[in-house]
């Protein structure tokens, strides 16, 4: 484990526990971490994780803005459902993105994981773009899909970075249910 990989799991750790309390901090954290990581994943020739860093740090702004501003500055964003046709086209967002991806990886790169390191890019941009609109849905698709990193990192030998996305999966769940309680909260 670099020094690199060990503080970018922190910061992690961090983003993601802020983001549980619905702290706005959580952004400009996360934004320092995935710039850590694009270098972390390019080193590990993990290539569609290294450029999903780039696409996060975009979303980590987007993220940010709609936390702190959103569309209309006087009302703070709440924690809302997605209906089945948003999860249906987000799911196939991922799926097309994901077949995408891994052709461009296992066709123009070296690659170490093409195809399912493009899959998990695509699907987190997904779970990504539904967290920075505070839906529910998102913690669910980000525990399959930070568990199948765990696996990807164990793979890689990227030991700090498996446990991170193992700690990941366990704030995904308090995610759910903390959220899923405010939601219940809030429309009752």
């Known amino acids: 484990m670099s020094p690199l990989e060990a503080c970018a799991s922190l910061l992690g750790l961090i983003a993601v526990w802020l983001t549980v309390r619905q702290n706005p901090l959580c952004w400009p954290i996360g934004l320092v971490m995935v710039v850590l990581y694009a270098w972390v994943f390019f080193q590990a020739r993990l290539y569609s994780n290294a450029l999903l860093q780039f696409v996060y740090a975009a979303l980590q702004l987007y993220g940010w803005w709609h936390w702190t501003r959103g569309e209309r500055p006087d009302e703070r964003l709440h924690v809302s459902r997605l209906g089945l046709l948003q ?16 052709m461009l990886m296992v066709s123009y790169t070296d690659a170490s994981a093409p195809w399912q390191d493009a899959t998990l890019c695509a699907f987190s941009l997904v779970a990504q773009l539904w967290m920075a609109r505070k839906r ?33 999966t366990l704030l995904a769940c308090h995610g759910w249910l903390t959220w899923r309680r405010e939601l219940a909260e809030r429309t009752s």
């Open 87 to 102: 999860i249906g086209s987000g799911l196939a967002l991922g799926l097309v993105g994901s077949l995408v991806l891994g």
């Open 136 to 168: 529910l849905q998102c913690w669910l698709l980000w525990i399959v899909l930070d568990l199948l990193f765990v696996a990807l990192f164990i793979e890689q030998a990227l030991y700090s970075t498996a446990a991170l996305y193992g700690l990941f």
